[in-house]
Structures are given as C-alpha cells and as structure tokens.
C-alpha cells in the first residue's frame, strides 16, 4: 500500500489534535478569563459585549447570543484569537464558536418626511385627529 505526502500530512495533524472533555463551567471560567484579558489591554467596548451574555454549551459547539448585528460585527473581528483562546486553554482543538443575533425582528425605523405622512402618523397615534379632520373639511 502507498502512503502519499498528503497521507503523512493528515495523519501527522490527527495525531496531534488534542481533545480533552470540558464542562459549561470550564467554558464559562475560560470566558470570563478572556474578558479580563480584554479589559487589561483596555478592550472595554469588547469586554462589555462579551460580558452581555453567557455562552451555553452543545457538545464542541459553543453558542453565543447578542442583541445587535454591530455587536456580533465586532466580536466577529476577534472570534479567531477568541476560539484559538478557548481551544488553548481546555486543550480541544475541536471547539467551534457560534455567534446569532438575539431578536428576531430587526426593527427599522419608519421615517416621516411629508404632510400627508405625518397627518398620517398622527391620526395612527391619535385617532381623534381623525374626527378633527372630518370635522373641520382639513385636507394636507
């Protein structure tokens, strides 16, 4: 049988993968460290977002919930040291982080610009604007 180089390779790799067990406590002491690591190297904004809410554990998997797309844009910019981070200290190579957006619905903001729109959004807020319009034969 042949062994090629690619053979050698991957099975050099394999062998020196390391996959050690770990806890949700292991997870969340390891967190916890890392926040403090950002706090030191005056990381604030990082820490803060990171400290939002605590990671729940499935299998290697590690979900991570937050509230916004720009949060989860810039803890995106750190997840690679974060998870080299985290495999490092619990010496699993097989762990993966998972980031999601919390709500559901991104709420966007409706903008009134014209008259008509804003009579509109008044009568909506109001309904006795309505009966003041009828009333007095108003028109935008």
Same mark, same amino acid.
């Given at each position: 049988?042949?062994?090629?180089?690619?053979? =050698?390779?991957? +099975?050099? =790799?394999?062998?020196?993968? *390391?996959? #050690?067990?770990?806890? +949700?406590? @292991?997870?969340?002491? =390891?967190?916890?460290?890392? !926040?403090?690591?950002?706090?030191?190297?005056?990381? #604030?904004?990082?820490?803060? !977002?990171?400290?939002?809410?605590?990671?729940?554990?499935?299998? #290697?998997? !590690?979900?991570?919930?937050?509230?916004?797309?720009?949060?989860?844009?810039?803890?995106? *910019?750190?997840?690679?040291?974060?998870? @080299?981070?985290? *495999?490092? $200290?619990?010496? #699993?190579?097989? !762990?993966?982080?998972?980031?999601?957006?919390?709500?559901?619905?991104?709420?966007?903001?409706?903008?009134?610009? $014209? @008259?008509?729109?804003?009579? @509109?959004?008044?009568?909506?807020?109001? $309904?006795?604007?309505?009966?003041?319009?009828?009333?007095?034969?108003?028109?935008?």
């Amino acid at each position: 049988m042949a062994t090629t180089a690619a053979g =050698v390779v991957k +099975q050099a =790799v394999s062998s020196q993968s *390391r996959e #050690n067990t770990f806890t +949700q406590k @292991d997870i969340s002491d =390891v967190w916890t460290k890392y !926040i403090k690591l950002l706090y030191k190297n005056n990381k #604030n904004n990082l820490g803060s !977002i990171l400290s939002a809410n605590n990671p729940k554990l499935e299998g #290697n998997k !590690i979900l991570f919930s937050l509230g916004s797309v720009l949060m989860k844009d810039q803890i995106t *910019r750190i997840k690679n040291h974060l998870v @080299d981070f985290i *495999r490092n $200290s619990l010496s #699993n190579d097989f !762990i993966e982080l998972i980031i999601n957006i919390e709500s559901k619905e991104i709420a966007t903001k409706k903008y009134v610009y $014209s @008259d008509a729109d804003k009579l @509109d959004r008044m009568i909506k807020d109001n $309904s006795t604007i309505e009966l003041l319009k009828k009333t007095f034969h108003l028109d935008v």
